[in-house]
């Protein structure tokens, strides 16, 4: 059995060599399974360190997986807008804001939506009809509409 000085804890011979090792890593609740991870594991504090050729095919699975998760959100995202009957332009106005081709971005998968508007497409998503409610109070919330209301008021104070 090979071991060597944890450089973590410092524990002499705390480092102890393995190999053939399985871990499965979870991203946004999708898996996967890396098998056959080769590196030392401290016994006394628990570090890992990976082999150098396994530590970069962990780091990659992890990528992908990011960019999985990424593309699976994408999809989610467009499945819905479709079943609400808008375009990306129109959800863009409506839900995100943002520039004209940031729901595109999402859908591709290219950028992970916010959090609040993957939770606010998944409400939609089980609550359609919110959609009416969800215009109505998007534009109460124009803040040009307010700014435009409290000029005029001030403009009809000064003249009284
Ligand atoms: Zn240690």
């Known amino acids: 059995m090979s071991t060597q000085q944890c450089f973590s804890c410092g524990a ?6 393995f190999d053939g090792r399985g ?16 590196g030392w594991e401290c016994q006394k504090c628990g570090e890992v360190e ?17 960019i999985a998760s990424r593309k ?9 807008r479709r079943k609400l009957h808008l375009t990306q332009k129109e959800t863009v106005q409506l839900l995100s804001g943002g520039g004209h081709n940031a729901f595109s971005r999402y859908e591709r998968g290219e950028i992970l939506p916010p959090k609040a508007l993957i939770l606010l497409m998944r409400l939609l998503d089980r609550y359609p009809y919110l ?6 109070l ?12 409290v000029h005029k008021e001030h403009e009809s104070l000064s003249v009284s």
Not at 12 to 17: D, L, S, T, W
Not at 51 to 64: F, H, I, N
Not at 138 to 149: P, Q, S, T, V, Y
């Open 23 to 38: 871990e499965t890593v979870s991203v946004k609740g999708m898996e996967r399974r890396i098998d056959n991870l080769s």
């Open 138 to 149: 998007g534009e109460g919330a124009d803040l040009r509409g307010f700014e435009h209301i």
């Open 50 to 66: 990976l082999d150098e050729m396994c530590g970069q095919r962990y780091s990659d699975a992890c990528d992908e997986l990011v």
């Open 12 to 17: 002499a011979e705390g480092m102890v060599h």
């Open 131 to 136: 959609l009416t409610d969800a215009k109505t």
């Open 72 to 80: 699976m959100v994408g999809n989610e995202m467009r499945r819905i």
